[in-house]
C-alpha cells in the first residue's frame, strides 16, 4: 500500500498546525491548514476533502448513462469490462480489491482516460505522440480467493477521469470489491482545499471557471520523482523521472509532459497565486532551470529529464517567472542565490538585440506551438519587452550597483520603438508576425502586446488591436492565424488580459464563456479542469493537423499554460493586484462587465487582502469594501459612473478629491484615491 507516499497521517489531516510528519514518503506536510477565505463559494472547488478518493459512478450502455458505484460489480466472463467515472480529473495511484471465482489464470486490465472519446482497453496517450500506444497495466492472478492489487510507482497516472477495468481469462470470473485512488498531486497538502485565494461573482460560469483553473494547477503540482521518464518508453508509460528540487515542482500538465515549461508558467504563475496560493511549486520549478542553466548562459526550453534546448521565448520566460515569484513572495533571498546566472541570462538574451533594427534577432526557434518561428518574429520582440522591464525591477530589489537597471530601462523603450516603427502595421491596426511579413497577423503577438505593456492601454492602437483580435474569433474561441484551424487556451488567455488592458471588459468576458465555459460544460471532456487546446470544429485534436502526430488522445486535459482566467478574474474583473514585493503596494481597479457583484482575495507573507464590489439597485453607481495589511499602500482605480463626468466619490463615510485617470478618449475614465492598508469603504456615485 502507498498511503504513506499519497497521504499524511489520518490524525494529522485535520489539524491547523505546521508538522514535520511526512506527507508522501519523504515529502513534508507543509500545508496542514484550512482555508484562508471559508464561505459557500467552497462549493465551487474541485479539489476532493480526502487524498483517498473512490469513483462515483459506473457508465452504461455506450458511455453516455452512468449509475452509482455500488460494490461488489461483477466481471463475469472473459472481455467483460467496467468503466468507472470519479466525475472530475483526479491522478495517481489506484488500488483494487476484488475475488477470483472459478478456476485457471487470467488478468484484471486497468485502463485510463481523460476524455470520454478515449474510453476503451487501451489507455489514451500520455507517453509521447510519435510512440507506441500506452495500453493498458494488468493486475494477474493464478486461480480463485481475494486480491489486492496496488499500481507499481512507476505507473502513477497522473491525469485521468475514466478507469476502464476488463477482465482476461478463459474459465475464471471476478468479483470487484472495492476501488481506491491515493490523490499524487500536490504532495505536501494534506487537506487539498486548503486554498489560499478565493473568487466569487453573481455568474455561476465564470465561479466555476476560475474554481476549474485553480483545480488545475493542483494537478500540475507534482512530486519532484514522478515525472515523465526520458527517454520515453516505447510502449506504455513511466512516470518515474525526476523533474526538479524539493517534494512538489509545478509542471505543464497532468497526464504529460509532467516537466517544468517556463512558457507555460507564465500563465500558470499568477493563476497560482490568486487561487491556490501555492508558490512553493513554483520556487521549485524555477530553481530547477537555474541548476540546469547551460554554460552560454542560456536556459533549457524544459526542465529535466527532458532538457529540451534552443528556444529564446521559453528563456525569457524564466526571467519573467523570476520576477512574478518575487513579486508575489518577496523571496529575495531565492533572486540573491541565484542573481549571478539572472545576469548571465540576461546578457544572453540582449546580446541578441543585433539588428539594425533594434529588433530581437530569435535564433533559439522552438516556441510555445505556432507553426513559423526565428528571425525577427514580433511575438518574441514582446516577451523581450516585459523581460527587460522586469528585470529593471529586479536589479532594485537586489540593489544592484552594475548599471544593469539603467541598460535595461533603455533597452526597452529603445525596442518599443523599434518594434512600433517595423512591426506595426497601422493600416490593418495591428502587429504583423515580423518586420517583412504582411500577411499574417498572429494571436499572440497582438495579445502580448497589451498584456505584457509594450502598447499603451490608453492609445487609439491598444483599441485597434483588442478590435483586430476578434476578427480570428470562431464560436468556439479564436482560430490562432499562427496555428491554423487551432484554439489555443495558452494564447487566448493572454488575450483576455490583452483585452482587460484595454479596458474592454465585454470582450475579455465574452472570450472565458465562449472558450473555457464551453470546455467546462462539454459532456466528454473533464469538466472540471483546462484542457491544452483544441481545434476549431470542437474536437479535441489539437496540433494533429500540424503534423503533431496522429493521435488526438494525447492533448492534456489539465494543462496550467490554460488558466489565464483566474488570475484576469481577480486582478482585474474584482481589479485586486499586487504591485510590489508581496503586497507592499497594491491596487483596486475594478472592471464591472456586465456582473452585478464580485469579491475575492489572497494571501502573502503580509496578510490578507480581499475586496468585493456590488452594483447599487438603481443602476447609478457601485460599493466596494477593501481589507489588506497594516503598513501597505494602495492605489483605487475606479470606473466612473458616466464617462467624461466627475463622481461623487466616498472613502470611509467621507467625500474625498479623486484625481483623473484618463486612458484616452475611446476608453472609460477612471478616477484614483491613494489609500493606506487597513480595512475602506468606497461609494461611487454621479456628481
Given at each position: ?6 497521504q ?5 489531516c485535520?489539524l ?5 510528519q511526512s506527507c ?8 496542514i491548514r484550512?482555508?484562508?477565505f ?8 474541485y ?5 483517498t ?5 459506473v457508465l ?8 452509482p458505484?455500488?460494490p461488489?460489480?461483477g466481471?463475469p466472463s472473459n472481455?467483460?469490462?467496467l ?5 472530475k ?6 488500488t483494487?480489491r476484488y ?5 485457471g489464470?487470467g ?5 485510463f482516460?481523460?476524455a470520454?472519446?478515449w474510453i ?10 510519435f510512440?507506441?500506444?500506452d495500453g493498458?497495466i494488468y493486475s494477474?492472478f493464478?486461480?480463485?480467493g ?10 502513477l ?5 475514466y478507469l476502464?477495468l476488463f ?5 475464471a470470473?471476478v468479483?470487484v470489491?472495492g ?7 500536490q504532495?505536501?497538502?494534506?487537506n487539498l482545499?486548503?486554498?489560499?485565494g ?9 465561479n466555476r471557471?476560475?474554481y476549474a483553473?485553480?483545480?488545475?494547477l493542483?494537478?500540475?503540482a507534482?512530486?519532484s520523482?514522478?515525472g515523465?521518464?526520458?527517454p520515453?518508453?516505447?510502449t506504455g ?22 516537466a ?7 500563465i500558470a504563475?499568477?493563476s497560482?497565486f490568486?487561487?491556490t ?7 521549485n520549478?524555477?530553481?530547477t ?5 547551460n554554460s ?5 526550453e524544459?526542465g ?7 528556444s ?10 523570476t ?5 508575489y513572495t518577496?523571496?529575495?533571498a ?8 539572472y545576469?548571465r541570462?540576461?546578457?544572453y ?5 543585433t539588428?539594425?533594427?533594434?529588433l530581437?534577432?530569435?535564433t533559439?526557434?522552438?516556441?510555445w506551438?505556432?507553426w ?5 518574429m514580433t511575438e ?6 516585459r523581460?527587460?522591464?522586469t ?8 540593489s544592484?550597483?552594475?548599471?544593469a537597471a539603467?541598460?535595461?530601462a533603455?533597452?526597452?523603450a529603445?525596442l ?5 516603427t517595423h ?5 490593418r491596426?495591428?502587429?504583423r508576425d515580423?518586420a517583412?511579413?504582411t500577411s ?5 503577438a497582438?495579445?502580448?502586446s497589451l498584456a505584457?505593456?509594450l502598447v499603451?492601454?490608453?492609445?487609439a492602437a ?7 483580435l476578434l476578427d480570428n ?10 496555428l491554423p484551424g487551432?484554439v ?16 474592454q471588459?465585454a ?14 460544460d462539454?459532456?466528454?471532456?473533464s469538466?472540471?479542469?483546462?484542457v491544452?487546446?483544441?481545434l476549431?470544429d470542437g ?5 494533429s493537423?500540424r503534423g503533431?502526430g496522429?493521435?488526438p488522445?494525447?492533448?492534456s486535459h489539465?494543462?496550467?499554460?490554460s488558466t489565464?482566467?483566474?488570475?484576469a478574474l481577480t ?6 493586484a499586487?504591485?510590489g514585493r508581496?503586497?507592499e503596494t ?6 464591472l462587465g ?7 482575495g489572497?494571501?502573502t507573507?503580509l496578510?490578507?487582502f480581499r475586496a468585493?464590489w ?9 460599493g ?5 495589511p497594516?503598513?501597505?499602500r ?5 470606473p466612473v459612473?458616466?464617462q ?5 466619490v466616498?472613502?470611509d463615510g ?15 475614465d477612471t478616477?484614483?484615491?491613494?489609500v ?11 456628481s
Amino acid at each position: 500500500m502507498l498511503s504513506a507516499k499519497f497521504q499524511c497521517w489520518l490524525t494529522l489531516c485535520f489539524l491547523t498546525i505546521v508538522s514535520a510528519q511526512s506527507c508522501w514518503r519523504n515529502t513534508t506536510c507543509n500545508r496542514i491548514r484550512e482555508a484562508a477565505f471559508p464561505g459557500p463559494w467552497d462549493a465551487n472547488i474541485y479539489a476532493p476533502s480526502s487524498r483517498t478518493v473512490a469513483p462515483k459512478s459506473v457508465l452504461t450502455g455506450e458511455g453516455r448513462t452512468t449509475r452509482p458505484w455500488s460494490p461488489p460489480e461483477g466481471l463475469p466472463s472473459n472481455g467483460s469490462r467496467l468503466v468507472f467515472d470519479f466525475g472530475k480529473e483526479v491522478g495517481g495511484i489506484v488500488t483494487l480489491r476484488y475475488a477470483v471465482r472459478g478456476s485457471g489464470r487470467g488478468a484484471v486490465g486497468l485502463a485510463f482516460s481523460e476524455a470520454r472519446n478515449w474510453i476503451g482497453e487501451w489507455s489514451d496517450s500520455s507517453n509521447g505522440a510519435f510512440r507506441g500506444p500506452d495500453g493498458a497495466i494488468y493486475s494477474n492472478f493464478s486461480g480463485p480467493g481475494d486480491v489486492v492489487y496496488t499500481m507499481p510507482d512507476e505507473k502513477l497516472r497522473g491525469g485521468f477521469r475514466y478507469l476502464t477495468l476488463f477482465l482476461v481469462a478463459a474459465s475464471a470470473s471476478v468479483e470487484v470489491q472495492g476501488v481506491s485512488l491515493e490523490i499524487g498531486f500536490q504532495p505536501t497538502w494534506s487537506n487539498l482545499r486548503a486554498y489560499q485565494g478565493y473568487f466569487h461573482s453573481d455568474d455561476e460560469l465564470l465561479n466555476r471557471i476560475w474554481y476549474a483553473g485553480a483545480y488545475t494547477l493542483q494537478t500540475n503540482a507534482v512530486p519532484s520523482q514522478f515525472g515523465r521518464r526520458s527517454p520515453f518508453v516505447r510502449t506504455g508509460w513511466a512516470n518515474n523521472g525526476s523533474i526538479g528540487n524539493g517534494d512538489t515542482v509545478l509542471v505543464d500538465g497532468a497526464k504529460r509532459d509532467r516537466a517544468v515549461w517556463p512558457g507555460d508558467m507564465g500563465i500558470a504563475v499568477p493563476s497560482s497565486f490568486v487561487s491556490t496560493g501555492d508558490l512553493d511549486s513554483v520556487r521549485n520549478a524555477l530553481q530547477t532551470m537555474y541548476d540546469y542553466m547551460n554554460s552560454d548562459g542560456s536556459f533549457p526550453e524544459a526542465g529535466p529529464p527532458l532538457l529540451q534546448q534552443g528556444s529564446d521565448t521559453y528563456h525569457m520566460w524564466s526571467l519573467i517567472g523570476t520576477y512574478n515569484y518575487v513579486l508575489y513572495t518577496n523571496d529575495t533571498a531565492f533572486l540573491r542565490r541565484n542573481w549571478p546566472k539572472y545576469l548571465r541570462a540576461m546578457a544572453y538574451i540582449t546580446a541578441k538585440q543585433t539588428y539594425a533594427s533594434g529588433l530581437l534577432r530569435v535564433t533559439g526557434t522552438r516556441d510555445w506551438a505556432r507553426w513559423q518561428t526565428g528571425y525577427n518574429m514580433t511575438e518574441a520582440q514582446m516577451i523581450l519587452y516585459r523581460t527587460l522591464a522586469t528585470g529593471v525591477d529586479c536589479a532594485a530589489w537586489m540593489s544592484d550597483a552594475s548599471g544593469a537597471a539603467t541598460r535595461w530601462a533603455a533597452a526597452a523603450a529603445s525596442l518599443r520603438t523599434a518594434v512600433t516603427t517595423h512591426c506595426f502595421d497601422p493600416a490593418r491596426g495591428a502587429f504583423r508576425d515580423n518586420a517583412t511579413d504582411t500577411s499574417l497577423y498572429p494571436q499572440d503577438a497582438n495579445a502580448l502586446s497589451l498584456a505584457l505593456g509594450l502598447v499603451d492601454p490608453g492609445s487609439a492602437a491598444a483599441q485597434s488591436i483588442s478590435a483586430r483580435l476578434l476578427d480570428n474569433w470562431t464560436p468556439l474561441g479564436p482560430a490562432a492565424p499562427e496555428l491554423p484551424g487551432n484554439v489555443s487556451p495558452f494564447v487566448s488567455s493572454f488575450e483576455v488580459h490583452a483585452h482587460l488592458a484595454a479596458g474592454q471588459t465585454a470582450r475579455a468576458l465574452e472570450l472565458i464563456r465562449r472558450s473555457w465555459g464551453w470546455y467546462l460544460d462539454h459532456p466528454d471532456g473533464s469538466q472540471s479542469t483546462a484542457v491544452e487546446g483544441f481545434l476549431v470544429d470542437g474536437t479535441w485534436g489539437y496540433r494533429s493537423n500540424r503534423g503533431y502526430g496522429n493521435d488526438p488522445s494525447y492533448v492534456s486535459h489539465a494543462h496550467g499554460w490554460s488558466t489565464g482566467p483566474t488570475s484576469a478574474l481577480t486582478e482585474s474583473v474584482l481589479g485586486l493586484a499586487v504591485t510590489g514585493r508581496a503586497g507592499e503596494t497594491w491596487r483596486f481597479a475594478p472592471q464591472l462587465g456586465d456582473l452585478t457583484r464580485a469579491e475575492g482575495g489572497f494571501v502573502t507573507r503580509l496578510g490578507r487582502f480581499r475586496a468585493g464590489w456590488k452594483r447599487d439597485a438603481a443602476g447609478g453607481g457601485f460599493g466596494a469594501e477593501l481589507s489588506s495589511p497594516t503598513g501597505t499602500r494602495g492605489v483605487l482605480v475606479l470606473p466612473v459612473v458616466r464617462q467624461g463626468v466627475m463622481p461623487r466619490v466616498v472613502v470611509d463615510g467621507e467625500r474625498v478629491d479623486p484625481q483623473w485617470r484618463r486612458k484616452g478618449s475611446v476608453v472609460f475614465d477612471t478616477v484614483a484615491v491613494e489609500v493606506a492598508g487597513g480595512d475602506h469603504t468606497v461609494v461611487v456615485s454621479n456628481s
